[in-house]
């Protein structure tokens, strides 16, 4: 009986280091799998949640609308003129989150740019409803600035105005041949906004440029111009 169980064991152990080997290396080949596997998924799900942030952001008509063509590629321009462009100009807009990892955002950000940069535009600023994305969103030319930039600013709003008024003379890319006289636009301004990087910012812009800002985020209300001047004539009727 003792010579049987010594002979079993000699016969046994020899085998076991390699086995024990050959599991060790297919459990390390399994946990690099599984390694693999939850990169993979970690990807995706980041991927998932971009699109997902973008998809918030924007409905899937205006992302349709915005990739299109590429950043490089101005976009159509509403005007009054056209009974369907002049019911969108009409309509409120809406927040946009600030997200600078937002793709969609960055593209029509780019693109919006390139539509009032056009050399069939050449204006001093634009509102996203402009091109039909109702979204909160202005390019503004700082004349107040060195060298005049181009700026953009998400959800724009005038918290004061100035009593003090100013006599300039406003035109609209959406509304074509045409630009009148304005004698209501306040001198200066108090303006708050986000940036791209979800910064919130308040400062006070006066002169022409203030102008720029008081038309665009108009637009962003569903307001023209023209409704200015149409509501300066029938007070001075009334006067």
Known sequence: MKTYIVYNVHMVSPYFPRCF?????????????????????????????????????FSSEQINL???ADSLTPMRVFKITNTRDSLLLRTKSHYIKPDSTN??????????????????????????????????????????????????????????YS???QVRREGCLSIPNRSDTLSSRAYSILLEYDTMEAN????????????????????????????????????????
């Not at 050959?22 to 399994?30: A, G, V």
């Open 21 to 57: 080997a050959q599991t060790c290396c297919l459990w390390r080949f399994l946990m690099q799998k599984c390694c693999l596997i939850c990169v993979v998924l970690l990807m995706v799900a980041c991927s998932s949640s971009k699109n997902t942030n973008s998809q918030k952001s």
């Open 66 to 68: 915005i990739t299109a």
């Open 103 to 160: 793709m969609v955002l960055q593209t029509f950000i780019k693109r919006l740019y390139k539509t009032v940069t056009d050399s069939m535009s050449l204006g001093v600023g634009i509102a996203a409803p402009q091109v039909g994305i109702l979204k909160n969103i202005i390019w503004v030319q700082r004349f107040d600035k060195e060298n005049f930039p181009f700026e953009v600013y998400l959800n724009p709003k005038i918290v004061t």
């Open 163 to 165: 009593e003090k008024k």
């Open 200 to 239: 919130h910012i308040t400062e006070t812009v006066e002169g022409f440029t203030s102008i720029i800002f008081q038309h665009e985020i108009d637009h962003l209300n569903g307001i023209l111009y023209i409704d200015h001047l149409n509501k300066e004539v029938l007070d001075a009727k009334k006067n």
